[in-house]
């Protein structure tokens, strides 16, 4: 499906994922661009329960983050081994199960209808609600679409970030099994709303909160991209209902969430016993090649977020040292040096306004797009555990069936005729399972095919247009520095 | 060794490769004395300069000759002006700041530590970095060096010194010691009991407008330009950091083009080679500025104070003449030892009118060099970042060009 832009209204971050940075600021309306995204690809994006992942997560304050999905004693998280029912699924999740043909069809349906996809959603006007360490930040979503599984053409409701954390809890624990590449939702952060919350109106708070309206509406609008996930009612739901229950169970420290982190260790510990015998080639390169991209786009995003972090400090100097410049000018006592030093001192300062923007740059363009492909990447391994699992359980189930065997073989000589046909009953049963595992272990490897397939279009698609828009950023940047220093030149021969 | 021009590293000082080096003083040389700095070898912990000189004067034994220094003898030579009566009506030239490789070697010696951490084209890449850095460092430092020595030339009263004719030409070593630790301990005293006494004499109003004015002008302008200076460095430091970043991120690019499988591989490919082409302007924006921004300043700072040390020389020698008229006055009233006292006014009295006199004119060209040093060297610094900036955005338009073509 493709995404097709409106032209950009001022203020709207068509391609969501590199919202604006600074209201008003040309250098970004740009990014809405009408020429853009032609064809189908959704990115396949990772789901947030990094299974294992998340553990080596860094980030201290996001222990908690992936920890976003609803857990329930008949959740999928558990121990293959353990579980008995015929499916390891929370009952809407079923759905993918039984109708699979249908999910087949919608994927179909957006290999053939490329210009159908049209919607966008942005995300602005943060308003902080309420007082004291129960305040919140409430954002407005708006959707702008002309599809029609949607009431409205224009729709706009307010929500806060645990209910996009809600959201994305109850997509994950509904698809990632299956193979679906979940888009992440953006992370938690205990320090930067413990500030909002306070109070804090400086620079560092509003920064905070624009970084995490551009993260919401990147997230959201990945998310509609999926045409799983566009169909599903709790996104739709989201967009469209002006009330919300309220997802409590993303909160850092419930029971839920210790619960969470449970799941997490023995999940760990599983994955490291589990030695799957990959028959497929194509998964085991694939698993390779994510592994390396991970690996470099992590590195690649810390030397991007460090590059940010020296602009910023360039343009502080910068004027602090204007600053300076001027002073010097006004000691000078030959007065067209002196005029020419508080000309310099002014050019400095327009400099330092614009090294800020071309961080803002740096920082929205591109910093923000690494960090959003580190998260999926790691969503992208989940997946690819989710189908170790899956084979792992249908390998249990064939060698129960066997052990199921053997006990009826025996009992065959023992001559125990009501035992007899319990076994009977029972290795039909697992006969039953053991085909079952192996059919949704092709189902998944099957979705995962597509999964990547579309993740890497998106990738492609996504870096293409980012590192143009960043280079553009960069051209922008020289040619006000020429203009400037232009002007200065004749400045500094006058002086005589 | 110091090679004119380096082959592959940027050309820092092409302009000055040849000749004096005048690049923060404009100086007016004659064919009478001319003194540059051919060469010069950097050792372990010491610097070697190869001091050549050109003259027609009869006091050298030759026209042409060459002499290696070493920057405790540059100190010496220095200080022998500060210490010298005759010269205390004049801006002695300020001295070159020491060698400082410390910083640029432990670099290079973490590096060499960090060997085994990175890939090979990464260290080979730093490698290049520091060895440019050093040779940068290197390359000022001689420009600091030859500075002084021109402006001793072009003086018209201290090219005739002794020590100076000495300096460059007596081919043996000149037996110059650094201070040891007692001399350099003297010399923290003499310099606290300097400011001390500097402080009063400052506070002594002067009768004449045009010192009274230079006073006031020069120690606003000194705290300033220490100031400007100090910014000035943080700021190109900023710039230094974000070049290297953008190195790294360079590298990491071109690591993801080859690995990657997909279109956009090329993307990441010619991104790469365009940062990598950036970079290196970048680093350039920053020596540049380096160079003729706060080398600029650095020096003026140094010249300043030199400045101020002549008032401080001025206007002691008027507090002495002041002093001596009262035991003149005192001396007649009691009517003893008149003799003396008139001497001793007299004596104040010359040495306090020879200093005035030098001293104006040496302020006045002082203000003339500087005007015309800043003059230059801003000059110079737009002319740069603008061939810096069309460059850069060239190759990003160029690079641009190629990627949207593709798409």
Known sequence: MAAERDPPPPGDAGQARFGEAEDGEDLFVVLCSPASLPAEDISANSNGPKLVDSFLDDDPDDLFAEATEEVSLDSPEREPILSDGPSPAITPIMAPRIDSTLFDQALEEEEDNGDTFDICIS???????????????????????????????????????????????????????????????P???????????????????????????SALERYL??????????????????????????????????????????????????????????????????????????????KLHASVESLVCHRKELSLNTASFAKSAAMLGNSEDHTALSRALSQLAEMEEKMEQLHMDQAYADFYLFAELLGDYVRLLTAVKGVFDQRMKTWSKWQDAQLMLQRKREAEAKLQYANKPDKLQQAKDEIKEWEGKVQQGERDFEQISKTIRKE????????????????????????????????????????????? | MMQEGLDDGPDFLSEEDRGPRAVNVDLQTDGTLQVD?????????????TVHTKSTLPSFKQNEFSVVRQHEEFIWLHDSFVENEEYAGYIIPPAPPRPDFDASREKLQKLGEGEGSMTKEEFTKMKQELEAEYLAIFKKTVAMHE???????????????????????????????????????????KNVVKSADGVLVAGVKDVDDFFEHEKTFLLEYHNRVKDASAKSDRMIRSHKSAADDINRIASTLYTLGTQDSTDVCKFFLKVSELFEKTRKIEARVAADEDLKLADLLKYYLRESQAAKDLLYRRGRALVDYENANKALDKARAKNKDVLQAETTQQICCQKFEKISESAKQELIDFKTRRVAAF??????LAELELKHAKGNLQLLQSCLGVLKGDT
């Not at chain 1, 992370?187 to 309206?213: L, N, Y």
């Not at chain 1, 449970?262 to 497929?280: C, F, L, P």
Request: aromatic content about 10%; glycine content about 4%; hydrophobic content about 40%.
């Open chain 1, 123 to 185: 995300v602005s006007d943060p308003e902080k609600v309420g007082d004291g360490m129960n305040a919140y930040m409430a954002y407005k979503v708006t959707t702008k679409t002309s599809l029609s599984v949607f009431s409205q053409n224009e729709l706009s409701v307010r929500r806060r970030f645990s209910d996009f954390l809600g959201l994305h809890s109850k997509l994950a624990s509904k698809y990632m099994h299956s193979g679906y590449i979940v888009p992440p939702a």
């Open chain 1, 187 to 213: 992370e938690k952060s205990i320090v930067g709303m413990t500030k909002v919350k306070v109070g804090k109106e400086d620079s560092s708070s509003t920064e905070f909160v624009e970084k995490r309206r």
């Open chain 1, 221 to 298: 609008m990945r998310t509609v991209k999926h045409p799983v996930m566009l169909k599903d009612p709790n996104v739709l739901q989201f967009l469209e209902s002006s009330e919300l229950p309220r997802a409590v169970s993303t909160q850092a420290l419930s029971g839920a969430g210790i619960l969470r982190m449970v799941n997490k260790a023995a999940d760990a510990v599983n994955k490291m016993t589990i030695k799957m015998n990959e028959s497929d080639a194509w998964f085991e390169e694939k698993q390779q090649q994510f592994e390396n991209l991970d690996a470099q786009f992590r």
């Open chain 1, 452 to 496: 990547l397939g579309r993740f890497e279009k998106e990738r492609v698609k996504d870096f293409k247009s980012v590192i143009i828009k960043y280079l553009e950023s960069l051209v922008q940047t020289q040619q006000q520095l020429i203009k400037y220093w232009e002007a200065f030149l004749p400045e500094a021969k006058a002086i005589a």
């Open chain 2, 37 to 49: 700095i051919s060469d010069a070898l950097s050792e372990r912990d010491k610097v070697k300069f």
């Open chain 2, 147 to 189: 500075v002084f020595l021109c402006r001793v030339a072009a003086h018209p009263v201290l090219r005739k010194d002794l020590n100076f004719h000495v300096f460059l030409e007596y081919n043996q070593d000149l037996s110059v010691r650094g201070k040891n630790k007692k001399e350099k301990l003297e010399d923290f005293f």
């Open chain 2, 375 to 380: 003059r230059k060297n801003l000059v110079e």
